[in-house]
């Protein structure tokens, strides 16, 4: 994910793409890792009042460092609450959740994602976490924002396992199943480009490309058929002061931004 | 009913059949419950039995008494893996562990995938009886909390992870609407690690609760540990602050640092040296092996576990820590 490009490397601009998907005076579930770090970036720049929520109980805490798990102190530090799963689970299954910001190891073109298992259930080859709170951040949140690399092996035609609910087969089959209606995946934020979702198929759709990156390199890079418009804008490169933020205040020891 | 989950359904009783059980084993008799952690572990923590540990990845896991469990070599254990993070892996790479219910489990969050537990799963050493998402999870305990048969939530529905679970969708009566039915989770015993508590186990915790507040009303049999023991006196004084009553609790044993290496919110943080020399010698059965003999087998009891950690010097290290005095440092960051 290293590859620098004009004083900013690509986890910097993916973390400062997803932030600017945050609109202030909404509220957010996130994951460790870079979901914390763009919410923490747009709490920090355009999104001042954006309301950060954590699965195990911290409700809008003003985050003095990095946490390490979405469970300890950091997530309820000078916060409006802390308090239990089942309180933040409950107005999320009420619809007081704008976003759920997930990972993923594995992903389809509906947008269904893959925590679980690499190879078979039943004979894993690589056994993951499992859902953890995805699968009810996916399916209780309006809007789901996905952050994950981008290549052949995890964008697939069918993942291994549906851990959590993208749009299934298509249009309709969320509210089919009886998912909350209005809700899925909203954005996919990759090493190479922004995704969303065509309103009228669900279908994975490219919406821009980060600088240097061509649209031959993204379908290399997907195994299922993306739809391509015509006209793809560059996702706009980071600001001085996103990297300042995010480089001198939100994670200085560089936990998250320069993992390899 | 329009579908069915097909995994195993594991500690679910019939609600009347719970009642009677409540009635005959669980008294509101005000009683010293105190005992040390080997007795309450050897009492309610039974061969075969499905247990479930508070709090939630590294953070507020009687860690005390996972060790003891590792110590009294428990055989066949089924863990509710709502979350489960260090305790679970190290049960699993302890062969304490047989079969899990899994949420989460086999990762340490930022810090990566768990060796130990993922091989065992891998290599069919422990069996995954059923996926479940957290809130599912913990709308199971909800349901045993309130005696309850079933929960009606609306995740799981149209995923894999449902049809690993033992839940079923039904048509909702009022709205019409498919509905996910998530059964009850009675575990036979529960542990907490508690901030504060009294002799008959009135207990405090500060910070987040997780599922805790559920899983001490839905567990049958319940050990709390605790950083201290304080008088009936200051329970009294901020009865708000309660979260378990004494009636619930089987067992009080005070350890402090009783989560270590995991963290205690507001009194110590994340032993991430410890955590990072266990994710490094379990990634191999001789490592584990290493590792058990060092600080479960190899020690009388957490005190002395806790000395060999680092002692007082670590253990201020991780107070000033969790006060953001000092730097984090942690094997796992250095590239």
Request: aromatic content about 8%; some cysteine; charged content about 25%.
């Amino acid at each position: 994910m290293e590859r620098d490009k004009g004083g900013f490397s690509t986890i910097e601009l993916m973390a400062c793409a997803a932030s600017k998907m945050l609109k202030d005076n909404r509220s957010v579930l996130v994951g460790t890792g870079l979901p914390i770090i763009a919410a923490s970036l747009a709490q920090k720049t355009h999104a001042p009042h954006l309301l950060i929520i954590f699965e195990a109980g911290g409700v809008g805490p003003q985050l003095p460092t990095l946490p390490i798990s979405v469970g300890d102190s950091r997530t309820f530090y000078k916060a409006v609450m802390a308090t239990s799963m089942n309180y933040v689970m409950s107005f999320l299954q009420a619809g007081y959740a704008d976003y759920g910001f997930l990972g993923a190891a594995q992903i389809d073109m509906y947008g269904n994602i893959n925590t679980t298992v690499i190879g078979d259930i039943d004979k894993p080859k690589v056994r993951l976490p499992g859902s953890g709170g995805a699968n009810d951040a996916g399916s209780l949140a309006w809007k789901t924002i996905i952050i994950m690399r981008q290549d052949k092996k995890r964008f697939v035609k069918k993942v291994d396992f549906i851990t959590t609910p993208g749009y299934l087969t298509g249009p309709g089959e969320r509210e089919k199943a009886g998912l909350p209606e209005d809700t899925g995946p909203y954005r996919v934020i990759t090493q190479l480009g922004v995704m969303g979702f065509d309103e009228e198929t669900k279908r994975m759709k490219l919406l821009s490309l980060h600088p240097g990156v061509t649209v031959k390199e993204v379908v290399e890079n997907t195994s299922f058929e993306l739809i391509i418009p015509e006209k793809i804008p560059q996702t706009p490169s980071p600001t001085e002061k996103e990297l300042k933020v995010l480089r001198e205040e939100i994670d200085p020891a560089g936990i998250v931004l320069k993992r390899k | 009913m329009v579908e069915e989950g097909e995994g195993e359904l594991l500690a679910w009783h019939d609600p009347d059949e719970h009642r009677k059980w409540v009635e005959r084993n669980k008294f509101r008799t005000l009683k010293d419950k105190r005992m040390d952690l080997r007795e309450a572990v050897k009492r309610y923590v039974k061969n075969g039995c499905y247990i479930a540990f508070g709090g939630f990845g590294h953070v507020r896991v009687p860690m005390a008494a996972v060790y003891e469990i590792i110590r009294q070599k428990k055989k066949d254990l089924i863990v509710g893996g709502k979350t489960g993070v260090h305790d679970t892996d190290l049960l699993m790479a302890s062969g304490c562990a047989s079969k899990v219910e899994v949420a989460y489990c086999f990762g340490h969050e930022l810090r990566g995938l768990s060796p130990a537990s993922r091989r065992a799963v891998e290599k069919g050493k422990v069996k995954v009886a059923s996926e479940w998402s957290n809130a599912a999870f913990q709308w199971r305990l909800e349901a045993a909390a309130l005696g309850l048969p079933f929960m009606p939530v609306r995740v799981l529905l149209g995923t894999d992870t449902f049809k690993r679970s033992s839940s079923k969708v039904v048509k909702d009566p009022f709205s019409g609407k498919r509905i996910c039915l998530v059964p009850a989770c009675y575990p036979d015993v529960a542990i907490l690690h508690v901030h504060r508590c009294d002799i008959y186990g009135n207990s405090q915790i500060d910070g987040i609760l997780v599922m805790d507040f559920e899983l001490a009303r839905a567990a049958r049999r319940l050990i709390v540990t605790t950083e201290e023991i304080v008088e009936e006196e200051e329970i009294r004084k901020r009865p708000d602050r309660t979260v378990i009553p004494f009636f619930l609790v089987d067992a009080v044993v005070e350890v402090p640092y009783g989560s270590h290496p995991c963290h205690m919110p507001y009194l110590y943080y994340f032993d991430e040296e410890h955590i990072g020399e266990w994710l490094k010698l379990s990634k191999t059965d001789e490592g584990v092996e290493q590792y058990l003999d060092k600080y479960v087998y190899g020690v009388k009891d957490f005190v002395e576990y806790l000395n060999l950690v680092g002692g007082v010097k670590k253990l201020n290290y991780l107070k000033k820590l969790e006060k953001l005095q000092v730097r984090l440092e942690a094997p796992w960051m250095e590239r």
